[in-house]
């Protein structure tokens, strides 16, 4: 499986960026497709993740702001990003676990949220 993400940039607190990652390869064997985000001297933390079946599920800090997706498509998982932070910044990661429990990262996308 690879994984292509792209979409992230510069933008203003309080606005809004989508992100997409582009699965290609054996996607069949997807099961959950998940975003990460790594900030400067920070771990990697999880922001949402989707199931196949359709459940989702949101870290807190992404509550109510962030809207995960899949087109599947097109192969594409979406991250729409509302009401931007400047603690959002960060490289967002896409992941895609699949069912023999082996995990797939893209490269990251950069976000900065200037205040």
């Known amino acids: 499986v690879q994984l292509q993400a792209s979409g992230g940039g510069l933008v203003q607190a309080g606005g809004s960026l989508r992100l997409s990652c582009v699965a290609s390869?054996?996607?069949?064997?997807?099961?959950?497709m998940s975003w990460y985000r790594q900030a400067p001297g920070n771990e990697r933390e999880l922001v949402a993740y989707?199931?196949?079946?359709?459940?989702?599920s949101y870290a807190d800090s992404a509550k109510g702001r962030f809207t995960i997706s899949r087109d599947n498509a097109k192969s594409t998982l979406y991250l729409q990003m509302n009401s931007l932070k400047p603690e959002d910044t960060a490289v967002y990661y896409c992941?895609?676990?699949?069912?023999?429990?082996?995990?797939?990262w893209g490269k990251g996308t950069l976000v900065t949220v200037s205040s």
């Open positions: 390869g054996s996607i069949a064997s997807i099961n959950v």
């Open positions: 992941k895609a676990a699949t069912t023999p429990g082996v995990n797939y």
């Open positions: 989707i199931v196949n079946a359709g459940f989702i």
